[in-house]
């Protein structure tokens, strides 16, 4: 079955510090999409990274880096030098390709960043 | 680009009143828009999936008849919350798509609806 495990609930860190978001996905497809994104405490849902299956290629983006590895079924995010801006929660989602071709997104259930000054 | 307005932002009203919420797509023409529910330091939880012109396909265990969803154009789906109750306040999220399953998902800045 496809499923998204954040084992991270909560994490605080100061600023400055580097912290990394784990995820890690189960599914049955062959090809899949990952997505994170980051939902601040207005509510919104803010896009940040969608990576398919067969791109295993690290991706960074300013103080964002993603670390894909199909071996271990993970797609953690780091955050370099963190910001009281980034206190935010972080969703990690699956794109499940098996439920009639509606690509829905299978969710985590998000961790809690806090970064304190 | 890619902007998703969810209106109205927040809800209050008294209990058997029906709630309507719309989600829009201001720069693109939205294919599928995904209707979400979250509970207070919960995860997202699909309620549908609407695609436009076509009835809406729900989630096992949603009310189709309590959450009516109704996608008329490539840049409007709208959740009617039919003869609200307490339970079902909660944050509302829409999402829409533009193109194929592999893109991503664009939300709305949500609706935080309250039943008294």
């Known amino acids: 079955a496809q499923k998204v495990t954040q084992a991270q609930t909560e994490i605080s860190v100061v600023e400055k510090e580097d912290v990394t978001l784990d995820c890690v996905y189960e599914?049955?497809?062959?090809?899949?999409?990952l997505f994170w994104y980051k939902q601040p405490p207005s509510g919104e849902l803010v896009f940040l990274i969608r990576?398919?299956?067969?791109?295993?290629q690290n991706e960074i983006s300013g103080r964002y880096s993603w670390n894909f590895q199909k071996s271990t079924s993970s797609f953690n995010f780091t955050i370099t030098a963190s910001q009281v801006v980034d206190s935010a929660v972080y969703f990690c989602?699956?794109?499940?390709?098996?439920?009639?071709?509606?690509?829905?997104?299978?969710f985590g259930q998000g961790t809690t960043l806090q970064v304190k000054p | 680009g890619a902007v998703v307005s969810q209106h109205p932002s927040w809800v209050i009203c008294k209990s058997g009143t029906s709630v309507k919420i719309e989600c829009r797509s201001l720069?693109?023409?939205?294919?599928?828009m995904f209707w979400y529910r979250q509970f207070p330091k919960q995860s997202l939880m699909l309620m549908a999936t609407?695609?436009?012109?076509?009835?809406?396909?729900?989630e096992q265990g949603v009310e189709k008849d309590k959450f009516l969803i109704n996608h008329a154009s490539l840049t409007l789906s709208t959740l009617t919350v039919t003869s609200a109750h307490p339970e079902d306040s909660s944050f509302y999220i829409c999402?829409?798509?533009?193109?194929?399953?592999?893109?991503?998902?664009?939300f709305g800045d949500g609706t935080r609806l309250s039943i008294l």
């Open positions: 999402s829409a798509r533009v193109g194929s399953q592999n893109q991503p998902q664009h």
């Open positions: 599914t049955r497809d062959t090809t899949y999409y």
């Open positions: 990576r398919n299956s067969f791109d295993e």
């Open positions: 989602a699956l794109s499940d390709l098996f439920s009639g071709n509606t690509g829905k997104l299978i």
């Open positions: 720069d693109f023409q939205a294919t599928t």
């Open positions: 609407s695609n436009e012109g076509s009835k809406a396909t729900y």
